[in-house]
């Protein structure tokens, strides 16, 4: 991602916050941190769109690459190491997303936007949350 | 059971989705579509894999540093992994935990670094759903029995009862009667066969005279265990030594048909009547790989033993460090109702230091003039007391026991 000039060192502070992040969680084995570090690429990612003020045609790049980088820092969290197979499905897992993004952007931009997309957002944002809530449940009854 | 990463997926795709909402970006809702996809898919997916596993030994008696191979029998229809709990003196040899990706039979060789009743089989199996959001965690108790004997000392010679019992054995009685050993001559009597009589002494005497001979007998032998303290170092200790000279001398007196028994006198009292056989070997290892040092402080003395664990004239030979009075007193206990008693002290000395301050030092010296002591108590009631360090092996302690009761006038 190329900023302006005023912007790239608050950029590049928290890429490599992020980095850190993931560094120190993929150590320590810490999920929470891994999660932080992902979490703070996302918010770097939403700095660099306002900063942009267009739409980012790479988007869907990014969403795979973001998401191959979650899958195998989660895998290097659960088991001892990643086995040859598993490397294959995160790669091609990484298509997926990437092609999911893909879709949910030509979805967006092929609509009328307005209020079918506000509530459509309205209702991915809240399903997320009582998927939250309940796993917060299932942990608190075990 | 939810893995770290649902919970991490669900929290980036909200996040994702949220700034999407609130800064009018539909680029990052396109990035927290494949978290939330993968989310749903994840539970709306989800089912339990089945996973089953059976355990067998390939032995279930083995001798102490032996390797015993564990065969694991999965049946899975994901990949699990398996991993076997075992008690910190079983060491797997190779990989643990294995991963299994369908049905398959692996085994597992294990070590046995030290003698001792084991179960090994506590299985704990592991599987994931395809996306690694879900865990699947199971414990299955499939343990079995495994026993691993303690390494015999190498014996030479056995120290003798000084007193035998009725039946026949391996060892020359007092009394006179039947046997090969020449015991004595006598006038011939009436009823004296022939072939006894003995042709030279009756020519010198001008009168018939027979041979008398010792028969050979067996005894009774009862083995002491000092079970109240044990000096450790690392996972070497005076216990390991004591089981092993039990085993090797149960086993040595076994087969010269004598009867055997065994009293464990410590923290928990445990005994054996004296029996013969095999399977009177099998009982006395068996009660020794139970052998543990539980402390406690309780005075005991030998009121707590059953008679018919002490038959009279036997032999006990006893094994100790020496290390708490309660043992000694029941020992001189013991020989002043006439028992023939033995001690060999497993030496704790190649456990302990001197320490290093002076005031250790002093400690030390004063302990090993104490342990000195105990053992002229010994003497003093004409127990002979041998001494097995790292210096000198067990067959050496019991030829000391032998050489003392050769020069010994024991008092009856």
């Known amino acids: 991602m190329v900023a302006s000039e005023g912007l790239r060192e608050p950029f590049a502070a928290v890429a490599g916050l992020s980095m850190l992040f993931l560094v ?10 891994v999660q932080a570090a992902l979490a703070l690429a996302i918010g770097q990612y939403a700095g660099y769109l306002l900063e942009l003020g267009e739409f980012d ?3 869907p790049l990014y969403a795979g690459g973001i998401f191959v980088a979650g899958e195998l820092a989660y895998d290097a969290l659960e088991s001892r190491g990643a086995h040859g197979g598993r490397v294959g499905t995160i790669a091609l897992l990484g298509l997926a997303a990437a092609g999911v993004a893909l879709l949910f952007l030509g979805v967006a931009a092929a609509s009328s936007g307005g209020f079918g997309v506000e509530v459509a957002g309205v209702a991915a944002a809240a399903a997320a949350l009582a998927i939250v809530a309940r796993l917060a449940w299932t942990a608190r009854e075990r | 059971m939810a893995t770290p990463k649902l919970a991490g997926y669900t929290g980036l795709s909200a996040l994702a989705l949220f700034l999407g909402l609130a800064l009018r970006l539909p680029e990052l ?33 083995i001798l102490e540093g032996d390797d015993v191979e564990l065969e694991l029998d999965v049946r899975t229809d994901t990949r699990t992994e398996v991993y076997v709990a075992l008690q910190p003196d079983l060491r797997v040899d190779g990989e643990n935990p294995l991963a299994f990706e369908r049905d398959d039979t692996r085994t597992v060789r294990l070590n046995a670094g030290r003698w001792g009743a084991y179960l090994p089989g506590r299985v704990f199996l592991r599987a994931y759903d395809r996306l690694h959001m879900l865990r699947y965690e199971a414990q299955l108790d499939r343990r079995t029995p495994l026993k691993v004997y303690p390494r015999a000392e ?8 000084l007193e035998t019992q009725v039946f026949g054995g391996n060892q020359v009685a007092r009394a006179k009667g039947e046997g090969i050993e020449f015991a004595d001559l006598r006038p011939f009597a009436p009823g004296d066969v022939v072939r006894r ?12 005279w027979v041979n008398e001979y010792h028969p050979e007998r067996n005894a009774d032998v009862i083995l002491f265990l000092d079970a109240f303290a044990e000096a450790r170092s690392g996972e070497r200790s005076t216990l390991d030594r004591t089981v092993r000279a039990a085993s090797a001398l149960a086993s040595r007196y076994l087969r010269e048909k004598d009867r055997v028994g065994l009293i464990s006198f410590g923290g928990v009292l445990n005994w054996l009547l004296p029996s013969t056989g095999l399977a009177q070997q ?25 008679r018919r664990t002490l038959p009279p004239q036997a032999l006990v030979l006893a094994l100790s460090p020496l290390l708490d009075e309660r043992s000694t007193d029941a020992l001189l206990d013991l020989r002043a109702r006439r028992f023939d008693v033995v001690v060999v002290e497993i030496s704790p000395f190649p456990f302990v230091s001197a320490g290093r301050s002076p005031t250790d030092k002093v400690a030390y010296r004063l302990w090993r003039l104490r342990r000195a002591a105990t053992r002229a108590r010994y003497e003093r009631a004409g127990v002979p007391v041998a001494v097995w360090g790292d210096e000198g092996s067990l067959a050496g302690a019991l030829e000391e026991v032998k050489s003392y009761r050769r020069y010994a006038r024991t008092g009856r």
């Open chain 1, 24 to 33: 120190v969680g993929l150590l320590g084995r810490w999920g929470p941190v």
């Open chain 1, 57 to 59: 045609s790479l988007a």
């Open chain 2, 29 to 61: 809702a396109a990035i927290g579509a494949p978290f939330a996809l993968a989310v749903g898919g994840a539970l709306l997916l989800e089912r339990a894999p089945r996973m089953n596993v059976s355990v067998a030994l390939e032995r279930d008696r």
């Open chain 2, 154 to 161: 190498s014996i030479r010679t056995l120290p003798r009862p």
């Open chain 2, 197 to 208: 009589v003995n042709w030279r002494a009756s020519a010198r005497r001008g009168q018939l």
């Open chain 2, 282 to 306: 099998y009982r006395i290892v068996d009660s020794l790989l139970d052998s543990r040092i539980v402390l406690n402080y309780a005075w005991r003395n030998l009121d707590v033993i059953p």
